[in-house]
């Protein structure tokens, strides 16, 4: 018994001897540990505000219906997407059929008529199918008529003034 008392003794001695390090130690290691606290309590301060932003608007919705809500929402926003581009592409479609390409020129007929009476106008389309319009005016008469456009060439013999037009119209495009 004496010996487990010299070796309390000597082990009680020996903290006493290093008592201010022990306590400087412990005190280093607290202080650290709060350093920790307050580090963890700012980033969960950081992830409660970022999962409140992600849960805004929803009351007491569990995850999975939130992710589930929102996946049905992207969804639709596909399902619309795709029905814009459809109805776009048709768009496109039937305008290409519409008049895009236009030339016009006035022009004297006749050397007895004063002035630019005259006059032809070619309105195409995309693929340049279409029609040239041309109206002769004389002092006794006018006479207007259209000769059909294919793809840029017309089966009928045209005028000058009327290829004319047409040359210019298809240039535009």
């Known amino acids: 018994m004496k010996g487990e008392k010299e070796i309390m003794d000597n082990l009680i001695n020996l903290l006493k001897e290093f008592e201010p390090y022990i306590i400087l130690g412990l005190s280093l290691i607290v202080i650290i540990l709060i350093i920790i606290i307050i580090v963890l309590l700012k980033s969960m301060n950081s992830l409660e505000k970022r999962y409140r932003k992600f849960m805004r608007g929803v009351n007491n919705k569990n995850l999975e219906e939130l992710i ?74 006018s006479t207007t008529y259209a000769k059909p456009i294919d793809k840029g060439i017309s089966r009928y013999d045209l005028s000058e003034e009327e290829q004319q037009v047409l040359d210019d119209a298809i240039n535009k495009g």
């Open 68 to 141: 589930v809500g929102y996946l049905d929402k992207i969804d639709k926003v596909k399902q619309d997407s795709e029905n814009i581009v459809a109805a776009y592409n048709e768009l496109d479609n039937r305008i290409k059929g519409c008049i895009q390409k236009t030339s016009m020129v006035r022009f004297r007929a006749f050397d007895d008529v004063g002035s630019d009476l005259s006059f032809s106008i070619a309105l195409l389309d995309d693929n340049n199918n279409g029609v040239i319009i041309t109206g002769i005016y004389g002092r006794n008469e």
